[in-house]
């Protein structure tokens, strides 16, 4: 097993008899996708509620406020995705 984790970078060996090497796998999977996740505050307006669905289906929303002109959603998402969303609402807002 050893001889695979030192041929292959970022590996983990684990048992499938003892489980050893499990929780040194969650580790390392938890340590990613923290690095890759970001924290957002975005104020999506009614007009393009798609947003909303999209935030929904691939990130974990913290809290979700209605207003009378926008949402407010708070949530963790890829730092691809916050991107993604941050640009759109500010094209939105030029073509307004």
Known sequence: INHWTSEYTNSIAISAI??????LLF??????????????????????????????????V???????????IKAEVTKKLASIVKKRIKDNDRHI
């Open 18 to 23: 003892t489980g050893e090497g499990v929780n």
């Open 27 to 60: 580790e390392k999977i938890t340590d990613f996708l923290s690095r890759s996740m970001e924290k957002i505050k975005i104020n999506i307006p009614y007009s393009m509620i798609n947003l909303r669905e999209i935030i929904y289906k691939q990130g974990n």
């Open 62 to 72: 913290l809290s979700e406020k209605f207003t009378s002109k926008q949402i407010v």
